[in-house]
């Protein structure tokens, strides 16, 4: 009821700060999760206080997740509903790139659940999901440089830029260690992996979201390109 009583555009605001503050959020979990928590707490910072940080990110990641997502369905002016965001691809705008939108929100969700109930099922078990963190955040990053309306503004590509960079500068500290006495192998294969996707999406950012003409190109209901301006700060389907 409250939602509905808003603004379109008001709608449409919220959706992107708060889909922008969920990436920050999921960035900053990943880096603590890669950078292994445990190892870098000290005497003046105990490991507990470190994972309940880590823990406690990830948490407030899933509350801007939900309010993007609820906001993403209230608004009017996109035809998103609930199924769309947990079901990958059956949606009609934008499809693909709502459909990786999808995943990431599945993918984040069985990690926060399995965290949550890491005593019950068993560390293997919590392990094994808890590698999907490394999928997630690309996932996340690909989800709002296609979807997104603010692919080319310019703060914004600051923000990718920036979470791009802390995570692979965790990865890559991660990766010059010996903790736990990594095979040297799974570490190159990890860090050319990192590499291969960086690149990967950077390449894509330039092809697609970042040209004018994206917002048809991606998917976009031709009933709403009508409404799309030329200012892409304006306007819930500029580019």
Do not use: E
């Not at 993007?68 to 035809?79: K, L």
């Not at 999901?129 to 690909?142: F, K, L, R």
């Not at 990766?175 to 799974?186: A, C, K, M, S």
């Amino acid at each position: 009821m409250i939602l509905a009583a808003v603004n379109s555009q008001d709608l449409w605001y919220t959706t992107r700060g708060s889909g922008i503050m969920a990436l920050l959020l999921l960035t900053a979990s990943v880096v603590l999760g890669i950078s292994q928590i445990g190892r870098v707490s000290g005497q003046s910072m105990p490991r507990f206080v470190v994972a309940g940080l880590h823990r406690n990110v990830s948490l407030l990641a899933v509350v801007f997740l939900g309010l993007h997502i609820a906001t993403a369905v209230a608004d009017p002016f996109a035809p998103i509903t609930v199924a769309d965001s947990f079901v990958p691809f059956v949606g009609t705008y934008r499809p693909i790139w709502l459909g990786l939108g999808a995943i990431a929100t599945d993918l984040l969700i069985a990690l926060v659940v399995t965290s949550l109930l890491r005593y019950r099922i068993g560390f293997r078990t919590w392990r094994a999901t808890h590698w999907a963190s490394y999928a997630c955040w690309p996932i996340a990053v690909w989800h709002g440089l296609g979807t997104g309306s603010d692919s080319r503004v310019g703060w914004v590509q600051l923000i990718y830029v920036v979470c791009t960079v802390a995570v692979l500068v965790a990865l890559g500290w991660r990766l010059t260690t010996r903790w736990g006495g990594t095979d040297p192998g799974q570490r190159t294969l990890a860090a050319f992996g990192a590499a291969a996707v960086t690149i990967a999406i950077t390449a894509w950012a330039f092809q697609g979201p970042l040209r004018p003409g994206w917002a048809k190109r991606s998917g976009t209901p031709s009933g709403l390109l009508g409404g799309t301006t030329t200012t892409t700060t304006t306007s819930p389907s500029g580019g």
